[in-house]
């Protein structure tokens, strides 16, 4: 399945399961220290080396995610860096790095943000901080460079304006309808509970304080209007969605997707005016990667204006603010002041016990309305 999928987004769940490998299946030789401190190598040295590895493998960081493709490009076309790459999810690429211990066949991933902090404490990264690290906002990375996010997301709205005209620009706007609202599968899908917290913080609630977002999802489900299965392409094209949570650069790729197969397809996208939450994506090297030096180059390469062009240009929010965008690149995007104080940030630290008391609560309280 893909790292997109339902695996891919597992949340609580899937940290239990990364954590359960850390002490069965696992390479007990655990990860071997690198021979080499890549911080302390020059960047023409460390291009040097990384051209003579030649090669670059990855996980969950496919062409179609992000824009990758043009980094990949870009990467091969400087630096003669040939790319591979195997789709997979957070807790797949953390499980797969711990399991081949020092016979590590990969060398760099793309996991969710509240995976790297496991990456580091399952032992299976390399530091390596890059010269755009002072640029790069605190919550962002980890002290050593075990991880760092590259380019985030914030929780919006898709809309068919063929179903719902005007386009809800508010979450409690949706309690006003009379038609469907996907959230998707609380009970696996890290997108879906990351939009139940948006929820929460949009009806006066918060991380702390998660009541008025079950209040709402209650409202919805005895009323016969909340969808739980995820929020796709097709099921978009197909009419099957009404309004859906996504993460914006998911939710506009998405429209770009469709209109571009439907010129007369109209579909809106915003980020909810009365709360929304981001979060992020951050590479994470392979301490036993067959390439590292190549590895370190693409995390370079990655926060690099060229590298966060392209990820803006798929759609994502660079994390270095100080890039100046081309003006094509801007139009794909949402206005900036759709991004208020309304879009909080995440205390992951909280993040497992929150899903895990969300999950339950879905199970126990939903899951029997559903029927």
């Given at each position: ?224 209007r909340l969808d739980v299965s995820d929020v796709s392409v097709a099921r978009l094209e197909s009419g099957e969605i009404a309004v859906g949570f996504n993460w914006d650069y998911n939710a506009l790729n998405y429209r770009a997707q469709i209109v571009e197969n439907n010129p007369d397809a ?106």
């Amino acid at each position: 399945m893909s790292r997109r999928g339902f695996l891919g987004m597992l949340g609580a769940a899937g940290l239990a399961c990364v954590a359960g490998l850390g002490l069965t299946g696992c390479d007990d030789g655990g990860s071997a220290a690198p021979a080499v401190d890549y911080n302390s190598m020059s960047l023409d040295d460390l291009i040097a080396q990384a051209k003579e590895e030649g090669q670059i493998n990855s996980v969950g960081m496919p062409d179609t995610w992000a824009n990758w493709v043009e980094t990949w490009a870009d990467l091969n076309s400087e630096y003669g860096l040939q790319h591979a790459d195997q789709d997979m999810s957070s807790a797949e690429e953390i499980a797969m790095f711990k399991q081949e211990g020092t016979d590590g066949t990969k060398d760099i991933g793309d996991v969710g943000q509240q995976w790297g902090p496991t990456a580091e404490s399952e032992g299976v990264t390399l530091k390596y901080k890059t010269s755009y690290w002072d640029e790069i906002p605190d919550w962002a990375k980890d002290d050593d460079g075990d991880w760092v996010v590259g380019y985030y997301g914030s929780m919006a709205l898709i809309s068919n304006d063929d179903q719902v005209s005007p386009a809800p620009t508010s979450i409690s706007e949706l309690l006003d309808g009379d038609y469907k609202v996907s959230v998707g599968d609380i009970t696996s899908a890290a997108n879906a509970q990351h939009a139940v917290l948006a929820i929460a913080y949009a009806m006066g609630g918060s991380i702390d304080d998660l009541q008025p977002a079950y209040d709402f999802i209650t409202q919805l489900a005895q009323a016969g209007r909340l969808d739980v299965s995820d929020v796709s392409v097709a099921r978009l094209e197909s009419g099957e969605i009404a309004v859906g949570f996504n993460w914006d650069y998911n939710a506009l790729n998405y429209r770009a997707q469709i209109v571009e197969n439907n010129p007369d397809a109209k579909f809106s996208v915003c980020i909810p005016s009365d709360g929304s939450v981001q979060s992020g994506y951050a590479t994470i090297i392979n301490a036993n990667a067959p390439h590292p030096a190549a590895a370190c180059l693409a995390r370079e390469f990655i926060l690099s204006d060229e590298g966060q062009i392209n990820l803006a240009r798929g759609y994502a929010t660079p994390i270095r603010s100080s890039v100046e965008l081309p003006e094509d690149v801007k139009a794909l995007r949402l206005p900036d002041e759709q991004y208020g104080d309304q879009v909080q940030s995440i205390d992951y630290g909280k993040w497992t016990d929150v899903t895990n008391e969300l999950v339950t609560w879905y199970q126990e309280n939903i899951i029997p309305i559903l029927g």
